[in-house]
T-cell receptor
């Protein structure tokens, strides 16, 4: 089993749609969880940290389910500018080091 | 300001060349990282420096040699690379403590001929 697994995508959605990405991680001791977005030929940019209680930032909502080792990202009212690859990222060793493991990413294409 | 800078943006080098990639941050972060990213793949960790000491080497070949001259600077020295080493090389930094949010520089796109 991969340490961090994501929906393979691509997701093609119309503007204004709601889209959800899922991610599972293998190490139950993991403590830190993030969503990054990466545009084509650019660096990953931190989108959100994911907290146990769930957190929201505008149109973006992240949820964490520790029992199921599952993380989600919900994007409401999709914009053309949301088109990117979304990377689920986990600190895999329970905080012993600051090593992050990246999922393979899910490509989102928002269509006009 | 969450800025990490990297130079050069692009680099083409022959297999016998020696070159260096540079990374700089002025956020007071105490951990710095080198990643390698191939097309359509996620970033792969190469090295981690924590408080200017090498803390993680992900079994990277010795033709890649990292250096951390001070807490703001990180270099990656390249020697005798192979064409398969062509990739985007990303530098990142973090405060060093939980929750380890890492901020990436724009990367150096390396081509080995």
């Amino acid at each position: 089993r991969k340490e961090v697994e994501q929906d393979p995508g691509p997701f093609n959605v119309p503007e204004g749609a709601t889209v959800a990405f899922n991610c599972t991680y293998s190490n139950s001791a993991s403590q830190s969880f993030f969503w990054y977005r990466q545009d084509c030929r650019k660096e990953p940019k931190l989108l959100m940290s994911v907290y146990s209680s769930g957190n929201e930032d505008g149109r973006f909502t992240a949820q964490l389910n520790r029992a199921s080792q599952y993380i989600s990202l919900l994007i409401r009212d999709s914009k053309l500018s949301d088109s990117a690859t979304y990377l689920c990222v986990v600190n895999i060793d329970g905080g012993a080091t600051n090593k992050l493991i990246f999922g393979t990413g899910t490509l989102l294409a928002v269509q006009p | 300001d969450t800025e990490v800078t990297q130079t050069p943006k692009h680099l083409v080098m022959g297999m016998t060349n020696k070159k260096s990639l540079k990374c700089e941050q002025h956020m007071g972060h105490r951990a710095m990282y080198w990643y390698k990213q191939k097309a359509k793949k996620p970033p792969e960790l190469m090295f981690v420096y924590s408080y200017e000491k090498l803390s993680i080497n992900e079994s990277v070949p010795s033709r890649f040699s990292p250096e951390c001259p001070n807490s703001s600077l990180l270099n990656l020295h390249l020697h005798a690379l192979q064409p398969e080493d062509s990739a985007l090389y990303l530098c990142a930094s973090s405060q060093g403590g939980h929750p380890y949010e890492q901020y990436f520089g724009p990367g150096t796109r390396l081509t080995v001929t």
